[in-house]
Structure formats: C-alpha cells, structure tokens
C-alpha cells in the first residue's frame, strides 16, 4: 500500500525541526554568509535538540531515524541556510561508511565520539586531481606491520578544520584500480596532517572547506574499514544512502526561494497593481512550485527504499540530479521575480541562487548522476 501521509512522529520532528530553523538559523544567516564564520553555536543547539547524527543507531547513541526521516529534517534546516544546514548534517556522510563496513570496536568509538557530544566528522575521497573520477585517486595507504601509512592530498573536505575523524579512502594497490582503493578511519590528531586554508566559497559559506595533506599519517591496521580493496564499494554504496540528503537539502533552497517569490509578488506593485497579478510572473512562480513538489517527491521515494532495505542507485541518482537542477532553476526565477533587487545582497534570494549551485556539483557532478541513470536505465 502506498500513502504520502507522515506519522504523527514525523510530523513533530519537522515542526521541531522548523521552529528551531525560525528561531535559530533565519535570523543569523545574512551574517555567517558575509563572514564565513563557523556556526559552532547553532552546531551545538541542534545537537542539544537531536537533530544531528539521526540516522546513528541508537545502540551508538543515535537518533535510530530512518532516511525518510533524514530528508524531512535536512529540507527544513536547508530553508533556512544550506551552509549553516552542512554544518549540522555534515555527519551523515561520514557515518554511513563506518556503518556499512566497520567493526563494532570502531563503530563504538567513533560512532559514540559523535553521539556522546557536539562533534563532527569528514569525508575524505575527491583530490585536486581527482573528482568525479574517484577511481583515480593518488593517496597511498602502505601496510607497515601493524599499521597503514597514508601519504597524499584530499580536496573539498567539508568541515575538515572542526572534524575530530576521517573517513579516507586511498590506494592500497595502484595496480588494480577501483579495486585496489581501500577506506579507513583516521583520528583528526594523527600526527602529519595539515590542513589547509579555509576556502573562500561562491556558496554555503558558513560551511568550511578545506584541503588537507596527509605526510605518512600512521593509522592501526585494524582501522581499515571492511578488507583491503572495498573501499570503492564502499564509497558507492556510502552515496546511495547519502544522495537523497543532497536532494532534500535541494527542496529546502528551492523551498524558500518559491516563498520568497511569492512574498514579494504579492507586494510590488507594477503597471497598477501587484505583480503576482500579471501572468508571466504567474507562470514562473507555478513552475518554481511544481520543480518543489515533484522533487521532494523524487527524494522521499529515494530514501524510501533506503529504509525498506532495497536498493536505491538509480532513484537517488534521480532524485539527486532533477532535485539539484530544480533548486538552480527556481533560484534563478526567484532573481529574475526580484528583478533588480533580486541582485542585490539587500535581499535573500542572491544567496540562494549561489548555495544551489554547489548542490550539481558535490556528492558526484549532476553529469555523473546522468551517467548512472543511463547505465542503470540501459543494463550496463
């Protein structure tokens, strides 16, 4: 049987989730995307209230949530900032991997390390010369007796100055490939990390994002997640849980940019009376209002599977893809709603348009997603 109707349980987590977006990021926002600055405090808050870590089992000290849940959480904090909203839900991805293949000694430690205070953990695969390409990857781990020593650069770690772990994942046998990329968990504390400027950001800049080095960093060999060689198993199966996150933060943006639009619609006023009256403003605002519906759709199905244990490739593909480029085009029909106001940092919907433009990009290009749709699609 299929409903769309949410539990009364889901629907008091995202009243929760909204109000503490109303009363916590909405008013701040502005000011960490002109400074940059670290929301560590609003970090804290949505720690206190449970929505960071929900889908951490609860035998770690988790919410014990399900994805769904995940996606109705993340589209609330994402209408309020999507860079403020990374901070918070920057977890989600570096869990699962943890989840998926680590032993229950470390899943304990790291797992409860996040649980038990306010801490955060990144993840680290894209290197400045590989991306989207993540097979190609050059950081070596060389087995060392009982240790692996990591040598290499990562790129676009997201949260790398305030993580207290790694998820890494480098070449264990150049030789193979794909197949000879293996993961791991690396303290943040290991000696021979450094980590580099926070980057200056287009978009989400709340967030930090940083390159890191990593100079023969000594790990326990029994911080190898599953065997030597999973890793780019496990990276692949990481995205397909963590995907449709990309894609509810994507009708969150694109959320608050159709409300924004309709807000301002009704009140300038042109050619005598408000512009939502006039027809071609009519029409840019149903289209921004139906690329919300049916993304949000698209996610919730995604996660969905995720919870019902099946396998999701080539939904959250979709939803990751269509969601991403929905919140890019509705941003840009907000602008184009606020005409010459729309430019200006006076205004929201700027900032809007420049946090959407990350969401094609991170998690694998929209390019990538397309080419996983077509292989699935076409039996490949």
């Not at 014990?64 to 999507?82: K, W």
């Not at 010369?129 to 087995?143: H, K, L, P, V």
């Not at 005598?272 to 149903?286: D, T, Y």
């Not at 606020?338 to 420049?354: A, D, I, N, T, W």
């Amino acid at each position: 049987m299929i409903g769309f109707d949410l539990s009364d349980e889901q629907l008091a987590l995202r009243e929760m989730t909204e109000r503490f977006v109303r009363e916590e990021i909405v008013p701040k926002a502005a000011h960490h995307d002109a400074t940059g600055e670290y929301p560590r405090e609003i970090g804290r808050k949505a720690f206190e209230l449970g929505l960071m870590n929900i889908t951490v089992p609860e035998d770690y000290g988790g919410g014990g949530l399900g994805h769904l849940e995940e996606a109705i959480v993340t589209e609330e904090l994402c209408y309020g900032c999507a860079g403020i909203a990374i901070c918070i839900t920057v977890n989600n991805l570096a869990t699962v991997p943890l989840a998926i293949a680590g032993s229950e000694a470390l899943k304990k430690r790291y797992l409860g390390m996040l649980t038990s205070d306010h801490a955060t953990a990144s993840y680290c695969l894209s290197e400045p010369d590989a991306g989207s390409d993540a097979a190609a990857i050059a950081t070596t781990a060389q087995r060392k007796g009982d240790r692996y020593v990591i040598s290499g650069s990562k790129a676009w770690v997201t949260g790398g100055p305030q993580a207290r772990w790694f998820v890494l994942f480098a070449k264990t046998d150049r030789s193979l490939g794909s197949k000879g990329v293996s993961a791991f968990i690396v303290p943040a504390d290991s000696p021979g990390i450094r980590i580099g400027k926070k980057e200056d950001m287009m978009g989400q800049r709340a967030s930090s994002t940083v390159f890191i080095d990593f100079e023969e960093v000594a790990v326990p060999a029994d911080h190898l997640l599953g065997a030597e060689g999973d890793g780019f198993r496990i990276a692949m199966k990481t995205f397909d849980r963590t995907r449709p996150g990309i894609a509810a933060g994507a009708v969150g943006v694109a959320r608050r940019a159709t409300d924004e639009a309709i807000r301002y619609a009704k009140e300038r006023k042109a050619f005598g009376k408000p512009i939502s009256e006039h027809q071609a403003v009519q029409f840019l605002i149903a289209d921004m209002y139906k690329e919300c519906a049916a993304a949000r759709l698209l996610t919730w199905h995604a996660a969905w599977k995720i919870d019902r244990g099946e396998r999701n490739t080539l939904e959250c593909s979709i939803a990751k893809c269509f969601g991403a480029d929905a919140a890019m085009r509705v941003t840009t029909d907000a602008v184009q709603v606020f005409g010459g106001y729309g430019y200006s940092k006076e205004f929201p919907v700027e900032k809007l348009m420049r946090d959407a433009k990350v969401l094609q990009i991170y998690e694998g290009t929209n390019q990538i997603q397309r080419l996983i749709i077509a292989r699935q699609v076409l039996g490949s």
